[in-house]
């Protein structure tokens, strides 16, 4: 693999098949901020994945699928980290972690307008609120036992 310059400071390695015939490419992009982005295409240029470092140290690592879905992980410099699911038609989960794994709060919503979110703490208590596209909403405090 050789990988070529545009001429811009990037960098682009393309992929062959034992044929060869071209499987996709991956591109690095890093700019003057520190920030580096890695962008990995199939061989019709469909972006499959895309990974950004930047300088502060925050991680997000983007996974692109059918229809507009798509599943991104955030992980910050201080081990804690996010995952959002975006499943292409309008339904967007978020939920964050600390650095041990353990989760701290999430977030919803519809293509509709709903949407939610909750938050645990670490006393076991937990409370979430969610409003709904027909104007009702919910909330709820959980005690801890």
Known sequence: MVATPDGTGNFTTANY????????????????????ALAVYDAFGIEQRNDTLDASGVLTASMFGQEGAKVQTTHHADGSYSISTDDGKGYVTTANYDSQGVKLSDAWS?????????????????????????GTSSSYVKNAQ
């Open 17 to 36: 098949d034992a044929h060869g015939a071209l499987t996709g490419y991956v591109t690095l992009k890093p700019d003057s901020s520190g920030t580096v």
């Open 110 to 134: 519809r293509g509709d307008g709903s949407s939610g979110s909750d938050t645990f703490n670490a006393d076991g208590t937990a409370s979430g609120h969610a409003s709904y596209a027909d």
